[in-house]
Each structure stands twice: as structure tokens, then as C-alpha cells.
């Protein structure tokens, strides 16, 4: 759509249903149609035609001689500014780049009363109508004013006096100087990180306390918006950078480049485009495909060939697929090996075949085995399962470090698995070449490896790092085993840890013991109070729909404090909707009461007798 047919869109507005075309207006349509600069196709027997000359005749600041036309203009240019608007965020949301700039381009000239064309100096109040004139019918570009002194812009106008003001007006006309950082995440994914400059002259009186902006990623045509944000720049902060970090698409073959606009919310002509080249970005190597699961006979647990070993999973039969597929692998052999599966895949029991194989082929109680947790609580589940399964079922010695090192070096000394986060080991196996206990590890299990990209990541990459360099130096082989959720560079990681292609596996996310549904509900809303509240509604939505037959459900909050007003709200959705009792309330209220007469949590206690009014009222 070019401006022609935007116009006549807006037109066509069932807003204007009712506007008719007067037999007496005929004559000063006719001769405004002559005056306004965007050629309209229909007839004036059409009122669409009257819609769009009267729109124009109101940005052209045109004087009208009739009442009727006069009072029909009003009406309709006090929605025009609204149509227009969400004209522009609908095209916004299709992802069409050009016509956006249009759409939003003719709101802002309805509310300026001003041509895109016109000089942007018109937005300023104080400039005599004679020197905008004047300044219009120079064929001078705005960009070149900038470089222009005040004395240069009275002599450009041939009236020195306006020098001056024209030059604050200039330096006071939102400009912004933008730089940007791209950096490929995946082959796919490409991260930005924008910087902002202002580079203008804060007036409270012409700028308020606010400047809005839309930041617009377009792709190599021009054509497709690839990423849009609402920015805005806020008078406390005009002396500052502002860095924006969002990510674009990325195809292939590679374009030459994106183009990233930034676009004044209210002032015609303030927008800056900065192109970001991609001639010397290099893509990472592409991945290779997922491991796919086998459609294979269960293994049964019989595979262990040990009686002993056998009586330690007495609670089921066969082992689970993906367990099926790296048993050989774990089991058999003594390679370096990468399980990357999904939550609840068994990963743990696939640890403990390489801690059976590392049992079987021991031949003194000098080896060790090591099992690294990120996070304290994970090591003391994993501390109380294997104390209970290996202690008692093979009499193995499992011991969970401490941080004191006193204490952990007598534990080392005594235990066959000792399990560990990856600080206490850092610590522990500094000083390797002095313990020789350090030096007896041969079985190193690094689990949730795919933690490595966060906050504790440059831990666990030195423990894992020493290990590999300890097993260079010493004549015992150190066997790495780790274990992941579904990974997008498992090539990568196998690689680090010392695994062949026969120790790889990465299975897709899709492999779960219980199928995984995704559903995404989104919330446009930048305030954050707004948003948690628009967000409750969703929820509860979500839980009633997905969450049947008293199934249940964790709903994530950002803090403590949203945990009670959230609850309330849900609490609140819920009450008109039950007619006997409330979806949430699972057992009668006077089976509850001798518990919740109990509770001295304020917001827990209201909570309660909310659900007991409800059920009451049923």
C-alpha cells in the first residue's frame, strides 16, 4: 500500500457510515480536491472521497467556508489520530516495514496538522510562517543544518536576526546517534546489542519529561520488520547511553546487512538508520543432528550380569529407552561419554552404570569415584539415594564433602564415591599433586553440565579442565562421564570432555517418559504491575483449561510478594465461577479447619476463609 490507498483505508472506516455527501458541499469539495497534495481516485458523490479530502484539508491547515463541512471535519478528524494509530500497530504486528513507517508517518501529521515533506522546524511554535516558506523552497537537506552555525542560518534565510533561534531550534529537534554490536547465538539467531546516544538539547517546554521511540530491525530489503520495541527516553537520563539487547532472526544465504530504524513517537522527520553489515560475521559451525532414539527392546536388568548389582534396581524390570541405548557404552566400556536427555529421562541411573563398571573392573579400594552437583541441595538427594543404594547393596563408602578442608581430606581418604558441588572440588583439587587421593579419581560424573552457561560456569569449566589435565599426568585414567538436558553444541561439550562420536548423545527434548506440551500465551504490556496483572487473568485461564480433573499445577512468580497477590487473584477468578464448590478447594471445608485453624500466616489465613465463604455462599 502506497499513501493513496492508506487514505482511502482510513475512508472507508465504519466510523464514518454515517457521513453523507450534501448536495451544497459539492462545489467546495471539488475545489479543495484541486488543493490537497494526495490524488484521491473516487468521485465526490462518494463519502469516502469527502473522508479523505477533509483529513487532508485538516493537515493542510486548509480554511473552510461551509458550517456542515466544518463540523464534519471535526468529527472526523477527532478519530482520526486513534484509526491511525492502530492502523499502524496492526501492520506493526504483520511485520511490514514500509507501510508501518507510512501508517505511523500520517498519524503524526494529523496530530502536527503537517506534510512529512514541510520543514520538521514547523513543529516548533515561534518561527514566522514567511521563513518556514522560505526555508521550505531552499533545496538544503535537514541533515545539513546541523553543521550549519547561527550566523550561516540567518545568512541561509537572508535574516540575520533569526540566526539564533533557528540554531537552538535545530540543536533542540530530537536526534539520536545509534552504534550496534551483533553477535550470532546459533546459526539462526543473531544478538543485538543497540546503543542509544541522544544528541540534542533538553527544553522541558518542547520535549515534556519523555521522548518515545520505536526501535525497528528491518531486513535487507526493507521490507519485513524483524524485531520492533516501544523505547523511551526519559529528561533525567538525556546525558547517558541506553543500550537495548534483543535478537533477530538470522537465514541463509547470509545478507549483506539489517537495518535498524529508530523512530520519533511524536516529531515528524526524527528517525536514524544505522545498517549493520554482515560481510565479516562468521556463523557458527552448523550442529549436527539430534541423536535419535532407537526403537529397541527394553533391556531388562538382567543385562548387568551380577546378582548384586541386579538386587539394586528390584523397583522395576527394564531399564527405560534412552537407558537402553547408552547402556552398551556406559557399561562395557570406558569411554568418555556426553548424555544429553531431557528432565526425568533416567540420566541418574545411566551414572550409575558407569559407577558399577568402574566397581567391576577395580581391583583395590584406591579408585575413586567423584560425582560433581551444581547445587548443594541436588548433592545431598544425591548423597541419601546412593548412601542407601551402594553403601548397603556393593558396601561402598559414599561420602558428601563439606567446604572445610580439613574434614573433606580425611573424607577423600575414606570414601569410594564421594560426591561434591563444583566449588568444594575446586578447592579440594587445587593442590593435586600433594594428594595423592585427588590422583586415584578414576571416574569423574559432571552432572547438569548444561549449567556451564551460567552463573557458576567458570567452576565448573576448571574442575573439569584440571581433571582432563590430571589424567595427562598421572598413569591413572580418569573417565569423565557428564550429564545434560537436551543440547543445542553437544558436539561442542563431547568434544571438551574427551568424548568420541560413539560417547555422543544428544537426544531431542521430545523424548520424555511423559509427553511435553507447550502452549504460549504472550503479554504485550511494558509496565511491569500491568503486565503481572494481565498476566494473572492468563493463568488462571491456562490452569482451568490445561490443569483438568484436579490435576496440579506450579505457577512461577518473580518474588515473595506476588506469590500472595497472585494467590489472592486466582482465589478472587475463581469464586463466580463455582457453583457448589471452588475448583480449588478439594476437600471439604470442615476437613480442613482443624488444619487451617492453625495457621498464623495472615495472607494464608485470608486465603483460606476466602475459599470457605465461597464454598458457604454455593
Known amino acids: 500500500m502506497g499513501d493513496i490507498e492508506l487514505c482511502r483505508l482510513f475512508s472507508l472506516s465504519e466510523e464514518f ?22 490524488p484521491i481516485k473516487e468521485s465526490l458523490e462518494e463519502p469516502s472521497a469527502k473522508i479523505n479530502v477533509l483529513l487532508q484539508a485538516y493537515i493542510s491547515q486548509l480554511k473552510l467556508e461551509g458550517l456542515s463541512l466544518t463540523s464534519d471535519m471535526v468529527y ?36 502536527k496538522r503537517m ?31 546541523y553543521d550549519l552555525s547561527s550566523q550561516e542560518l540567518g545568512e541561509l534565510i537572508r535574516y540575520p536576526k533569526m540566526g539564533r533561534t533557528l540554531h537552538k531550534f535545530v540543536h533542540q529537534f530530537p536526534k539520536l546517534i545509534l552504534a550496534a554490536h551483533v553477535q550470532p547465538i546459533t546459526r539462526t539467531v543473531l544478538r543485538v546489542e543497540l546503543t542509544i546516544t541522544p544528541d540534542f538539547q533538553w527544553e522541558d517546554k518542547v520535549h515534556g519529561y519523555v521522548e518515545p521511540y520505536w526501535v525497528i530491525v528491518e531486513d535487507n530489503d526493507g521490507e519485513y520488520i524483524l524485531h520492533h520495541e516501544y523505547f523511551m527516553l526519559k529528561k533525567q ?57 532407537l526403537d529397541l527392546q527394553p533391556l531388562p536388568v538382567t543385562a548387568l550380569r551380577n546378582p548384586s548389582y541386579e538386587a539394586l534396581y528390584q523397583d522395576f524390570k527394564h531399564f527405560n529407552p534412552v537407558q537402553t541405548q547408552v547402556f552398551t557404552v556406559l557399561y562395557n566400556t570406558d569411554d568418555n561419554v556426553l548424555v544429553a536427555a531431557p528432565t526425568w529421562s533416567g540420566k541418574t541411573i545411566c551414572a550409575e552404570f558407569a559407577i558399577l ?9 584406591g579408585t575413586r569415584v567423584v560425582y560433581i552437583a551444581p547445587i548443594e541441595a541436588l548433592a545431598k538427594d544425591r548423597y541419601r539415594d546412593w548412601d542407601l543404594k551402594f553403601s548397603k547393596g556393593l558396601g561402598l563408602r559414599v561420602v558428601e564433602l563439606t567446604g572445610e578442608t580439613a574434614v573433606d581430606l580425611k573424607l577423600l581418604e575414606k570414601g569410594q564415591i564421594i560426591i561434591s558441588t563444583p566449588e568444594k572440588w575446586d578447592a579440594l583439587s587445587r593442590r593435586w599433586k600433594q594428594r595423592k587421593y585427588v590422583q586415584q579419581v578414576s571416574l569423574f560424573i559432571i552432572d547438569e553440565l548444561h549449567l556451564i552457561g551460567g552463573q557458576g560456569g567458570p567452576v565448573l ?24 538436558t537436551s543440547l543445542a553444541n553437544a558436539k561442542d561439550l563431547g568434544e571438551w570432555i574427551g568424548a568420541t562420536s560413539h560417547g555422543l548423545f544428544n537426544f531431542p527434548p521430545s523424548v520424555r517418559p511423559v509427553p511435553l506440551e507447550i502452549h504460549i500465551k504472550g503479554v504485550d504490556i511494558a509496565n511491569f504491575e500491568a503486565r503481572m496483572q494481565a498476566m494473572t487473568k492468563s493463568t488462571y485461564t491456562a490452569i482451568v483449561q490445561h490443569a483438568k480433573n484436579e490435576k496440579p499445577a506450579i ?28 475448583p480449588f478447594l478439594l476437600r471439604p471445608a470442615e476437613e480442613l479447619e482443624p488444619f487451617t485453624s492453625k495457621i498464623k500466616e495472615e495472607m494464608l489465613g485470608k486465603l483460606y476463609v476466602m475459599e470457605w465463604a465461597t464454598c458457604m455462599r454455593g
Do not use: C
Not at 528517525?271 to 554482515?278: A, W
Open 357 to 365: 563398571r568402574n566397581h567391576q573392573k577395580a581391583s583395590d579400594s
Open 237 to 293: 537520563y538525556i546525558d547517558e547511553d541506553h543500550t537495548l539487547n534483543f535478537t533477530v532472526p538470522i537465514y541463509e544465504p547470509l545478507p549483506p546487512q539489517y537495518f535498524i530504524r529508530v523512530v520519533s513517537d511524536k516529531w515528524i522527520g526524527s528517525q536514524t538508520v544505522l545498517p549493520v553489515s554482515f560481510r565479516h560475521l562468521t556463523l557458527p559451525e552448523k550442529y549436527p543432528p539430534l541423536t535419535e532414539l
Open 17 to 38: 457510515k454515517y457521513v453523507t455527501v450534501r448536495q451544497d458541499e459539492k462545489m467546495e469539495l471539488a475545489k479543495l480536491l484541486d488543493r490537497v497534495p494526495i
Open 115 to 145: 506534510w512529512s515533506v514541510q520543514t520538521p522546524l514547523r513543529q516548533f511554535n515561534g518561527i514566522p510562517n514567511e521563513i518556514l516558506m522560505k526555508l521550505e523552497k531552499k533545496d538544503f537537506a535537514w541533515e545539513r543544518y
Open 461 to 484: 569449566e576448571v574442575i573439569v579442565y584440571r581433571m582432563r589435565y590430571i589424567a595427562s599426568q598421572v598413569e591413572n585414567k580418569i573417565r569423565l562421564v557428564a550429564l545434560s
Open 555 to 582: 505457577v512461577f512468580v518473580p518474588s515473595r510478594k506476588y506469590v500472595r497477590l497472585t494467590a489472592v487473584d486466582l482465589m478472587t477468578y475463581s469464586s463466580p465461577e463455582s457453583d457448589k464448590q471452588p
Open 76 to 111: 472526523i478528524t477527532q478519530s482520526a489520530g486513534r484509526l491511525l494509530r492502530a492502523l499502524f500497530e496492526i501492520v506493526l504486528k504483520r511485520g511490514w516495514a514500509q507501510l508501518a513507517e507510512k501508517a505511523l508517518n500520517l498519524s503524526k501529521m494529523v496530530t
